[in-house]
């Protein structure tokens, strides 16, 4: 009976997908350790270190599938080994003679760690597809609301007029880095190892090096160039890499579940048929999907935070760091994908109710213009004293519930040096969205990464 969320029916779609389930199943993780034995014995009958046949022998039984799971997971209870009885089983599928082979050389970190860095590998794939695809629709919005005028807000109240696909162009940029950061991060992050029981190499022979190489190049991974048993670096700036991927989808969940609060209603996600808000509450439509992107990333960080503490390593390698990945980094990898499958479906699906924007700018009565109007007297009054006039201005108008524009007309100094046509300029959003539009073009043209 499944305990975790991300194996119960009723919630695994919450927590991951099918496709990484795949990835980071027990049986895709065995096949990760046969593939290492299946390309060890490949690379070491092409160097002459063991029989051809006996190489032969072993990749062809390599298949998870000739592994009985229950027995194997038995035997690990009993031996007190994680690896061992896989290999057990392996060898008494091959020949008496060919089976004495496998595993020939190795040490189980080797075979792990390695295995690991194959699902990283396969994971990889599907975490640039589907960045890709969240920043699509990114930009799909950027273009659509280049000009989609809404209140700006700094310290959660309305400050300067924006529009959406600002809004949007700005969380774009901050994808593409983290796409990059995935580029540049590859090379250091799937890289294998064949290094032995203290990372000296001593029990492959003198072509330990060469037989690395070899069999790295057979399963696709890089080579190091020294042990990395226990440096931890590599899996754990990959596990925070994930954490800030995360961290940028949580803030654009976050936005999108508070621009959907019955006060704002400037976006709503898609809704189905059949979808309920509340067990007792018949009317609801609640923002699911953005509440749970804005929450997914806080497991994700903790789990990343896990992997720090397993860079701190006792002397060669040891088991109680070690083994704190096997939960933490498949966790961190789930999450992640998860919230990119699930930003994509929330973007392809959003509402952006333009006039809802535009009628929220109206709550401040114009007073969120105060910035322009001062900017643009400064030239006439000088920035101080221009500043000076609007602050008293605004702070009689806001007590007085006066509009922006009469508090300006009933200020002394104001009323005389603004007609009726300058304030009416002075007070309109659309007049004052600075870069907006260039700065949607600009990030759009710069997102080369999507094509």
């Known amino acids: 009976m499944p305990v975790s969320v991300f194996d119960m029916q009723s919630l695994q779609h919450l927590w991951g997908t099918d496709e990484l389930r795949a990835i980071f199943g027990e049986e895709a993780r065995i096949q990760k350790w046969l593939d290492f034995e299946a390309a060890l014995a490949a690379a070491q009958a092409e160097l002459g270190i063991i029989p051809k046949a006996a190489a032969d022998d072993i990749a062809a039984h390599s298949q998870v599938g000739d592994i009985d799971i229950t027995a194997m997971s038995a035997e690990i209870r009993r031996i007190k080994h994680s690896l061992v009885p ?97 580029l540049q991060a590859a090379p250091r992050v799937l890289v294998g190892m064949l290094a032995g029981a203290v990372g000296s190499q001593a029990s492959l022979g003198p072509q330990a090096a060469k037989l690395e190489r070899l069999m790295l190049d057979k399963l696709g991974l890089g080579t190091p160039a020294i042990s990395w048993a226990p440096a931890r670096d590599r899996f754990t700036e990959y596990a925070n890499l994930l954490a800030m991927i995360g961290s940028t989808l949580s803030k654009i969940g976050n936005e999108l579940f508070n621009m959907q609060r019955n006060e704002f209603g400037e976006v709503e996600e898609g809704f189905s048929d059949g979808k309920l808000g509340s067990s007792t509450m018949p009317h609801k439509r609640n923002p699911t999907s953005a509440e749970n992107l804005a929450g997914l ?96 201005a605004s702070m009689h108008g806001i007590t007085a519930k006066l509009t922006f524009a009469d508090a300006m007309r009933q200020h002394t100094g104001l009323g005389k040096l603004l007609t009726d046509d300058e304030i009416r300029d002075l007070t309109d959003p659309a007049g004052y969205l600075g870069e907006c539009g260039a700065s949607v073009d600009r990030v759009v043209a710069q997102a080369t990464w999507l094509a």
């Open 86 to 182: 896989v290999l057990k089983q392996l060898q008494a599928q091959c020949s008496k003679e060919n089976g004495e082979w496998v595993h020939y050389g190795a040490t189980t970190q080797d075979v792990v760690d390695t295995g690991v860095a194959l699902q990283l590998k396969d994971f990889h794939a599907v975490v640039l597809r589907d960045m890709k695809a969240v920043g699509k629709e990114l930009a799909r919005l950027a273009v659509a609301h280049r000009d989609t005028i809404m209140a700006g807000r700094t310290h959660g109240v309305q400050a300067l007029p924006i529009t959406f696909g600002h809004k949007c162009a700005l969380w774009l940029d901050e994808l593409g880095r983290h796409h990059e950061r995935l």
């Open 297 to 392: 990333s806080r497991p994700l960080r903790y789990n990343a935070a896990m992997m720090v503490e397993g860079m701190v390593q006792e002397s060669e390698r040891d088991g109680i760091a070690w083994k704190m990945e096997w939960k933490a980094l498949p966790e961190c990898c789930m999450i992640a994908g998860a919230m990119l499958f699930q930003a994509k479906n929330l973007l392809a699906g959003l509402k952006v109710n333009a006039d809802v924007m535009a009628a929220n700018l109206d709550k401040m009565r114009g007073y969120l213009l105060s910035e322009r109007v001062m900017l643009e007297l400064s030239a006439r009054l000088g920035k101080q004293t221009a500043h000076e006039w609007i602050y008293e």
